[in-house]
């Protein structure tokens, strides 16, 4: 398709005035349509990016920019809002229902993608995209005032153990389809996450705590030194051969005791969900071009369906497995389930690290076409997941009472893991 030759001599304020209004409508329009808004996101990135209307150029710095910061920023906040607390005090049951949750999706996944001809590290890596999940209708189980529930607690305990799992296994696949299958290698790059995990979490976190009590009520200062923390984490992840997206998700671990309830956090979540966010998911819009996506689900349509028919099947097996073991009730079971099948933030960071790594003989680790079914898995689940969420609601405020009748402290994650 031929870009306008107006929107190729648009001047560049101009052209961040167009993704403002666009940003406008697609959070006006897209509850009416009830579709997340990320979705929304990426489907103004398609309309506005260089295979179609062209209002940004296909190499546009500032807009990589601002998504590159988005991504980082993205996973910082699903670390932020993870709540080591909560997964020791449920850890036991978070702990079999994140392996079993991670497990199967992890073994199918994998499965599907080397059926299709993917080499064993590419079909593992995508083995590890579906095993992660995010949690973007939680806020409609919290607003339900069932936050509480055990099978609610499960679920978002068992949120750390995947998100640590998966991109665990990112780490090993791009080490390995870099540099080559060697154990050693793998070991260490495992092992090197593991130390700066240790690192942050023992030596940052407990700075940050100290620096947040120094600085008092500066929430200028406080501000700066969140986002400070953010890339100087993703600087040193990339300097030990680390994706920076794995240091800010450990970062934003590091300091959720320290952050969570403070106005610096809120007012660095208003910028990167208003704007830096926003533009990760425009410029992975960019990616799409219509006309091959088009020609992508005809040609690999088995592909496409395999790998969503495999994340819900083993999501739901997970849930209803755990949820059966645990003695919770069909409408907890669907409510777990629900919550885990949408694959949003995690997933859709590491897929496109995935695609952007190549190897010494030019070969990316994840192709166009895995890359356009992992798109579509993210456009379907995340309407379909909360869509689920609100269906196990209703039935849940039918019927208090059934599943596990115990009930836990309230907890604090959000919409994201």
Same mark, same amino acid.
């Given at each position: 398709?031929?870009?306008?030759?107006?929107?190729?001599?648009?001047?560049?304020?101009?052209?961040?005035?167009?993704?403002?209004?666009?940003?406008?409508?697609?959070?006006?329009?897209?509850?009416?349509?009830?579709?997340?808004?990320?979705?929304?996101?990426?489907?103004?990135?398609?309309?506005?990016?260089?295979?179609?209307?062209?209002?940004?150029?296909?190499?546009?710095?500032?807009?990589?920019?601002?998504?590159?910061?988005?991504?980082?920023?993205?996973?910082?906040?699903?670390?932020?809002?993870?709540?080591?607390?909560?997964?020791?005090?449920?850890?036991?049951?978070?702990?079999?229902?994140?392996?079993?949750?991670?497990?199967?999706?992890?073994?199918?996944?994998?499965?599907?993608?080397?059926?299709?001809?993917?080499?064993?590290?590419?079909?593992?890596?995508?083995?590890?995209?579906?095993?992660?999940?995010?949690?973007?209708?939680?806020?409609?189980?919290?607003?339900?005032?069932?936050?509480?529930?055990?099978?609610?607690?499960?679920?978002?305990?068992?949120?750390?153990?995947?998100?640590?799992?998966?991109?665990?296994?990112?780490?090993?696949?791009?080490?390995?389809?870099?540099?080559?299958?060697?154990?050693?290698?793998?070991?260490?790059?495992?092992?090197?996450?593991?130390?700066?995990?240790?690192?942050?979490?023992?030596?940052?976190?407990?700075?940050?705590?100290? !620096? $947040? %009590?120094?600085?008092? +009520?500066?929430?200028? *200062?406080?501000?700066?030194? @969140?986002?400070?923390?953010?890339?100087?984490? /993703?600087?040193?992840?990339?300097?030990?051969?680390?994706?920076?997206?794995?240091?800010?998700?450990?970062?934003?671990?590091?300091?959720?005791?320290?952050?969570?309830?403070?106005?610096?956090?809120?007012?660095?979540?208003?910028?990167?969900?208003?704007?830096?966010?926003?533009?990760?998911?425009?410029?992975?819009?960019?990616?799409?071009?219509?006309?091959?996506?088009?020609?992508?689900?005809?040609?690999?349509?088995?592909?496409?369906?395999?790998?969503?028919?495999?994340?819900?099947?083993?999501?739901?097996?997970?849930?209803?497995?755990?949820?059966?073991?645990?003695?919770?009730?069909?409408?907890?079971?669907?409510?777990?389930?629900?919550?885990?099948?949408?694959?949003?933030?995690?997933?859709?960071? !590491? $897929? %496109?690290?995935?695609? +952007?790594?190549?190897? *010494?003989?030019?070969?990316? @680790?994840?192709?166009?076409?895995?890359?356009? /079914?992992?798109?579509?898995?993210?456009?379907?689940?995340?309407?379909?997941?909360?869509?689920?969420?609100?269906?196990?609601?209703?039935?849940?405020?039918?019927?208090?009472?059934?599943?596990?009748?115990?009930?836990?402290?309230?907890?604090?994650?959000?919409?994201?893991?």
């Amino acid at each position: 398709m031929t870009v306008p030759e107006t929107a190729l001599n648009l001047p560049p304020l101009a052209r961040f005035a167009i993704l403002l209004l666009g940003m406008m409508a697609t959070r006006w329009a897209s509850p009416r349509l009830r579709l997340p808004d990320c979705v929304g996101y990426i489907l103004l990135g398609v309309l506005v990016g260089p295979h179609l209307l062209g209002v940004v150029p296909e190499h546009a710095e500032v807009a990589s920019f601002f998504a590159e910061l988005g991504k980082l920023l993205l996973m910082f906040f699903v670390g932020l809002e993870i709540d080591l607390q909560e997964f020791a005090r449920a850890r036991r049951r978070a702990a079999l229902f994140g392996a079993a949750t991670f497990a199967l999706p992890f073994a199918g996944g994998a499965a599907a993608a080397h059926v299709f001809g993917y080499s064993p590290v590419s079909a593992l890596l995508v083995g590890s995209l579906i095993a992660s999940h995010t949690l973007i209708a939680f806020p409609m189980v919290a607003a339900a005032g069932l936050a509480t529930r055990p099978s609610v607690i499960v679920t978002v305990g068992g949120t750390v153990l995947t998100d640590l799992l998966s991109l665990l296994v990112l780490a090993a696949c791009l080490t390995t389809h870099r540099a080559g299958f060697a154990p050693i290698a793998v070991l260490v790059q495992i092992a090197e996450v593991i130390v700066f995990a240790t690192v942050l979490l023992g030596v940052i976190g407990p700075l940050a705590r100290r !620096a $947040a %009590l120094a600085l008092g +009520d500066s929430e200028q *200062a406080s501000f700066t030194l @969140l986002l400070v923390i953010v890339c100087a984490a /993703a600087i040193a992840a990339e300097m030990i051969q680390l994706e920076g997206i794995i240091g800010a998700f450990l970062a934003g671990m590091a300091v959720n005791q320290a952050a969570r309830a403070s106005a610096a956090k809120e007012k660095l979540e208003f910028l990167g969900n208003g704007v830096f966010i926003p533009a990760f998911f425009i410029v992975t819009g960019f990616l799409i071009d219509l006309r091959l996506l088009v020609a992508s689900l005809t040609s690999d349509l088995a592909l496409v369906l395999a790998i969503i028919m495999t994340l819900i099947i083993s999501k739901w097996a997970a849930a209803e497995i755990s949820g059966r073991a645990f003695g919770f009730g069909a409408a907890d079971r669907l409510l777990t389930a629900s919550l885990t099948i949408p694959q949003v933030a995690a997933t859709l960071a !590491a $897929a %496109l690290v995935g695609y +952007d790594a190549v190897n *010494a003989a030019g070969e990316r @680790l994840i192709d166009g076409r895995m890359l356009n /079914a992992i798109l579509v898995l993210v456009v379907v689940t995340a309407v379909l997941g909360p869509l689920m969420t609100e269906r196990a609601v209703a039935r849940l405020r039918e019927r208090p009472t059934r599943g596990d009748p115990k009930q836990s402290a309230g907890i604090s994650i959000p919409r994201s893991g």
